[in-house]
């Protein structure tokens, strides 16, 4: 497989009034053509490993890393003028709730316009036309009308699908998607999940998907991240995961309630403090 | 314990009157763990909403111990039934500490014994004494919420109304919080309904679960029920192949049930 993108011991520190932060440590993968599930718990550093690779870390973070490389660019070493090239146009992400990411005033159908003109000069006509086309390709049906919706018209899963339009239509080679169906319901979840899986099957895409789900993520990628405190524990082919080495891995899968069978006491995770020393 | 007749919630009025929860029964037995489940916008949390009368615009009949509920809120079913929010950071002050967020339920009741009562209902939640001068941000979203199952058994009711009590928290938490309910019912006899769009929290705190769509009973099922994946009804098949895992063929074999 050829490699998309390559991540080499990628650290991200935040500089507080009460010393330095590291919400990431030494993280190192490489994404092909696949889906890949970066899946940890609140403040395991997942989404700011999404970010820093985008490069959107708040004003007191520090990037360091061994080389983050995308399409033979070295993105660490990149200027704020380069990295416009390459958010949107090559890399995007899908931000968890559609209500607070879209632009509440502007009808949703120019704000997929907008994206596209942004990446391709193309007149407002044609953006336009796209945007419609877009609309469809995310299953929405009675485009025409939805386009021009204000955000608070639409529900979460129609929002979520904005969302993704406006990531896909300047065609990029890599999504990230940053708990993109965790504020929705199961069954639209299953369907957004449906959505990015064509994606990459039918266009080849590398895709990120961060989420806090193990077994959601488990049976939708190829492969997993699992990480705790900044780190990896460990990754995993998807279908392995029964095989699980790590005893973070092994306590996340048990400590969830299953539909299957019932367990009169679950299990609780007990955390080692010697993961987070090497 | 609770029986609810023929409940009506409707909100807004005119030409925007919306029915949010239409003709709803059902009855829950002393002890009993019960569940509502369903999508956003089915109902279940209006449900709850309105046997504790945070919601004035309801018709039907809702009972707690054979005796009808009126449509305001009062003292003695407060000591009766209490209820835990979904998100523990909006349902604690901001400004109380723990301390002044227990002691508050006991002085509007009146009750004595304050301090021993606060430091009971710590231990009952397995929180340590040393939080409880503590301000909600300085603990951990678990602490809160064990905070607020806290500050509602303190005045030691017979029913909890639990309202997604652990969406807002990791799995590692949420199994925490989901033992330390299920301990506390058996301790202290108590009767829970509870509310969740996560079929495999209810169906592992629950005896019966009750599956709503669009303000409506799809159907009422027993846990072992669910377990078995038996479901009569057509929409919580769905319901339940959409839980937990992703597989291509069943995304897109998904209808709407409108």
Known sequence: MTSLLRVKNLSVTFDT???????????????????????????SGKSQTGRAILKLIAGNGRVEAGCIEFDGMDILGASERDMRLIRGARISMIMQDPRYSLNPVVKVGDQIAEAYRIHSRASAKEAHK????????VQIRDHEKVYSLYPHEVSGGMGQRIMIAMMLIPDPDIIIADEPTSALDVTVQMQVLGLLDDMVTKR??????????LGLVSSFCDRVVVMYGGRVMEVLEAKKLHEAQHPYTKGLMNCAPRLKDRQTVLPILQRDPSWLTD | MIRVQDLRVTFGKGKNLFHAVQGVSFEIKAGEAYGLVGESGSGKSTILRAISRLTADWSGIIEIDSAPLSHRRDKSTARKMQMVFQDPYGSLHPRHTVNDILKEPLEIHGVNNRDSRILQALSDVGLSIDLRFRYPYQISGGQRQRVAVARALILEPEILLLDEPTSALDVSVQAEI??????????????YLMVSHDLAVVGHMCDRIAVMNRGKFVEEISAAQLRDAEPEDAYTRQLISASGKYDRETAKSFVSFD
């Open chain 2, 178 to 191: 989901l033992n330390l309910l299920t301990a506390l019912r058996r301790q202290h006899d108590l009767t």
């Open chain 1, 17 to 43: 009034p009460r010393g330095p932060v590291e919400a990431v440590r030494d993280v190192s993968f490489d994404l092909g053509h696949e889906r890949l599930g970066i899946v940890g718990e609140s403040g």
């Open chain 1, 130 to 137: 796209k945007a419609l086309e877009m609309l469809e390709t």
């Open chain 1, 204 to 213: 080849g895409m590398g895709l990120i998907l961060i989420s806090h789900d």
